[in-house]
């Protein structure tokens, strides 16, 4: 049912604190200024930017009190994933952007959805560290659904940089992976696997890069966080096999992405070890160096027998500026066999070092934005 009222709607403004103190009072002493209906009043106060158009829709639908959450009111929305939705939010006391994770309404009462998400908030808590996105919140429960707050920050995404630019060049890509494999080891160290990393899970904060051709061998200063741990699972928490298959299917229908999911988690997500996530980079690498998944233009059946049983073309026939010692790296972290790749994402982040600055000897592919 959509509101019929603009009294009614600034009412729920007031109520639900969806605006600025100051702009409450302006909208309360000018209201001569302002549209009579609450559709046009909706609209004047989004084109002023004090609601988002997420916000609006919510409000003509009476939908208010669906954008506080305890201390946070929701600006947009901004993902989904097995479990959540991810919302961009403020904390009206202090001010503060952040991701809020809120269980969907069709898990809120689940108890093993529950479970999951309680796991997913201990995981994330332990986690202190520059190249991974941390909490700012302990999980709260309001109108009966959990959520937890993290922190929020602006940036793109690698899958996304690709797309619009095709290959990165070398030494931002080669970069960006350690950065991600620094992340991966302080994930490591804490005792848990990402089980989902691939380039939209590694969002770039920084300058605008890869920069213009001109400049395209400026070393990378951009900062990677790793996203989204949602799969993520404590090692030494131990699940019955029905519970575990239950979690499992609420989360994902394949625990992973089919483009970038090493063998062993593909055939069995419970043997995925910190080594099934340096698969995952390695393939992130290839795709960030080639602009190409590493099994291009396949059903997903057919991809997970390929990461299981084939060898993608080698990533110097398709960016033939690759040297062999980088290359050599990237074979390595996509070893079929856990015990033939690195051990650690510490070891990857060493062995990509070398390829992250201008002294490796070689010069990067200028990058023609795609269009221009």
Request: charged letters at 20%; hydrophobic letters at 40%.
């Amino acid at each position: 049912m959509s509101v019929t009222s603009a009294n009614v709607l600034i009412e729920w403004l007031r109520q639900y604190r969806l605006l600025e103190p100051a702009q409450l009072a302006e909208l309360t002493h000018k209201r001569h200024q302002f549209p009579v209906q609450p559709q046009a009043l909706v609209k004047e106060l989004v084109r002023r930017g004090w609601l988002t158009v997420f916000q609006a829709n919510y409000l003509l639908e009476s939908r208010a009190r669906e954008l506080v959450f305890g201390p946070y009111r929701i600006l947009d929305h901004i993902g989904r994933g097995g479990l959540c939705d991810v919302y961009k939010a403020c904390h009206v006391q202090k001010q503060c952007l952040v991701a809020l994770k809120v269980v969907r309404p069709d898990y809120a009462s689940h108890p093993d959805a529950l479970a999951q998400f309680q796991k997913e908030m201990q995981a994330i808590v332990q986690l202190s560290h520059p190249n991974v996105v941390r909490a700012v919140d302990t999980e709260v429960v309001a109108g009966g659904r959990n959520y937890f707050a993290m922190e929020y920050v602006e940036g793109v995404d690698l899958n996304k940089l690709v797309q619009t630019f095709g290959p990165l060049p070398i030494m931002h890509a080669c970069e960006y992976a350690r950065q991600a494999a620094l992340g991966l080891q302080h994930i490591y160290e804490h005792g848990l696997v990402h089980r989902d990393i691939k380039p939209a899970n590694l969002l770039r904060v920084g300058p605008t890069e890869p920069t213009p051709v001109a400049d395209a061998n400026a070393p990378p200063t951009a900062l990677i966080k790793i996203l989204d741990l949602g799969l993520a699972l404590l090692e030494w928490i131990q699940e019955t096999d029905e519970r575990r298959a239950t979690l499992h299917r609420m989360s994902h229908a394949v625990l992973g992405s089919p483009d970038f999911i090493s063998p062993e988690q593909a055939l069995n997500p419970d043997q995925a070890d910190i080594r099934s996530d340096i698969y995952s980079l390695g393939c992130t690498l290839y795709f960030l160096l080639t602009g190409q998944v590493p099994f291009p233009g396949t059903s997903l059946a057919q991809k997970l027998v390929q990461h299981q049983n084939e060898e993608p073309v080698p990533v110097e026939q398709r960016r033939p500026e690759v040297v062999p010692g980088l290359a050599a790296t990237v074979r390595k972290m996509m070893a079929k066999r856990p015990a033939d790749r690195y051990q650690t994402p510490a070891a990857v982040a060493t062995a990509l070092a070398p390829f992250s600055r201008r002294s490796s000897g070689f010069i990067p592919r200028p990058i023609i934005p795609r269009g221009s």
